[in-house]
């Protein structure tokens, strides 16, 4: 008894330490090789225990990565909601905790089903691995963050990513370390086939040219205001803000598109039509469009995050409300509304977060226009949901456009993580990406997912770059996840006759 408590030990330690590991093969570390290595590692801890204990495995796991991944989102709670140190601390534990659970639920399935350590690694895994980051990403409106796929941007898995978006990244990732587990635990170098097959066919699509260059490039300015939060809203520095604003983009009057960042006006639309129309007009006799993030109040009392174009946008000069306008459809969680509000909003400051009423633009809308060119705009927290990205791509998009405003998590490494998603979406669609943000990191992300300029953090800057426009669609934003869906009905289907027989050939067996 005494010696298998250190082992138990071992294996939770273990466990904690390789899913922390996974956390350094996300930005702004970005050593991919670290996310295989975490999963084969679980694959191997996991592997004969029983399904309880398996759990416990996957639940530490859980616990090491997202203690590490997303434990910056107590920048939050610590700065901005009113709360005691220990309630803060205790919030975020919760949260860490409920991430946790999905790799629990992956290794408590995965060794509940009983099959063949080949059948278990390398269909079942994946799959699973599959259907729970779906889950995560739609349950509670999702949160499809620190998906293992992400990590491999700048790895040669990447090239998965036009053909079957992040999660065929993933999927790759799950096989390649299934069959290093059965190859180490069976000591069989056969067993590194489907690793080897899976690579070869990533090389290979390296070099397919899904979308071709057209040869034209857009000289976008992007205006990082870099206003303090606690300062933003504050009526006495409306002016000021909105004046350094102005002053930015006048002396970037030649660019043919000017971008500011999410809510980078700090009041309501309808309440600076004057400001507006003569920020139209005098884009229309620059021949340059602007781009700008703006809250709204519509006659129902609702709150709008928009997006507005103003200048030339195919409009016939300025008029309340913006004709070129988005509103924001993926709302993130407590910081821009809050479910059961009735019940929570008394119970701490936390629940009154400035701007946390807001409600929903439709999930897919048209394109916005700006001098001519199509933006398929993403702000802030939406860019982290690939299908709705892909939806709001038509053949006629030129560019995909996310506003931000990562001010609220300062020097962590959450903006840094938000960036790397940003160019996951470039690469899955082969659209170039223009981040525009309050604090950073503001970034013209080329249609490779390479960044092809950027700014430093917490400066008031203007970011210049010359971005090429591409013509075409890739596989996945014509088809999206719909061959992944193939592939884990396809694979169930085989897990479930290919375990039947096993049961047959085992009582056959027996009766012998």
């Not at 857009?218 to 606690?230: F, H, R």
């Not at 008029?319 to 809050?338: A, I, M, N, R, T």
């Amino acid at each position: 008894m005494t010696s298998k408590r250190p082992q138990a030990f071992m294996r939770i330690f273990g466990a904690a330490f390789s899913g922390a590991l996974a956390t350094l093969a996300f930005a702004p570390y970005g050593f991919w090789p670290a996310m295989p290595v975490a999963l084969v590692a679980l694959l191997l801890l996991i592997y004969q225990q029983a399904p309880k204990r398996a759990a416990w495995l996957g639940f530490f796991w859980g616990l090491g990565q997202f203690s590490t991944g997303v434990g910056w989102v107590y920048v939050v709670i610590d700065k901005f909601g009113g709360m005691p140190t220990a309630v803060g601390l205790t919030l975020i534990a919760l949260l860490v905790m409920y991430l946790a659970f999905y790799p629990a639920l992956f290794a408590y399935i995965l060794q509940r089903v009983n099959l063949t350590p080949a059948l278990r690694y390398l269909l079942l895994a994946p799959s699973l691995w599959l259907v729970i980051d779906w889950f995560r990403g739609w349950f509670l409106t999702g949160f499809p963050w620190l998906w293992p796929g992400y990590s491999q941007i700048d790895g040669p898995l990447a090239s998965f990513a036009p053909m079957f978006g992040v999660q065929g990244i993933t999927l790759a990732l799950l096989i390649i370390s299934g069959s290093i587990a059965i190859a180490l635990l069976q000591r069989n170098i056969k067993a590194l086939v489907p690793a080897l097959v899976v690579t070869l066919v990533a090389t290979v699509s390296s070099f397919i040219p899904w979308v071709q260059e057209t040869g034209k490039s857009v000289d976008v300015a992007m205006v990082q205001g870099n206003v303090p939060q606690e300062l933003k809203w504050l009526p006495s520095q409306r002016w000021p803000t909105l004046l350094t604003y102005q002053d930015m983009t006048r002396q970037n009057w030649d660019a043919d598109i000017v971008i500011w960042p999410e809510a980078a006006i700090p009041a309501l639309e309808r309440d600076l039509p004057d400001f507006l129309s003569r920020l139209d007009s005098a884009a229309i006799n620059n021949d340059t469009a602007v781009v700008a993030g703006v809250l709204d109040q519509n006659e129902k009392g609702q709150f709008y995050n928009n997006v507005i174009t103003l200048g030339e946008n195919g409009e016939a000069g300025y008029s309340y409300p913006s004709p070129q306008s988005y509103s924001k459809h993926h709302l993130l969680v407590f910081g821009e509304f809050v479910p059961f509000e009735d019940l929570l909003r008394p119970l701490a400051p936390l629940f009154n977060l400035p701007m946390s009423s807001f409600s929903r633009g439709e999930y897919t809308q048209p394109n916005i226009d700006a001098k001519g060119y199509q933006l398929a705009p993403a702000i802030c927290y939406e860019i982290a949901f690939s299908d709705q990205v892909r939806q709001s791509l038509t053949p006629d998009s030129d560019f995909i456009l996310t506003l931000s405003n990562d001010t609220w998590f300062g020097r962590s490494i959450g903006p840094h993580q938000h960036l790397e998603i940003a160019r996951m979406r470039a690469l899955e669609n082969g659209k170039p990406v223009l981040r525009s943000t309050n604090t950073g990191l503001t970034a013209a992300i080329g249609y490779k997912g390479d960044i092809i300029a950027t700014v430093p953090q917490f400066e008031t800057v203007v970011l210049r770059a010359d971005v090429p426009t591409t013509v075409g669609q890739t596989p996945y934003t014509l088809f999206g996840d719909w061959p992944l869906y193939g592939w884990v009905v396809l694979s169930g289907l085989v897990l479930i006759v290919l375990g039947r027989s096993q049961k047959l050939s085992s009582s056959s067996k027996s009766q012998l």
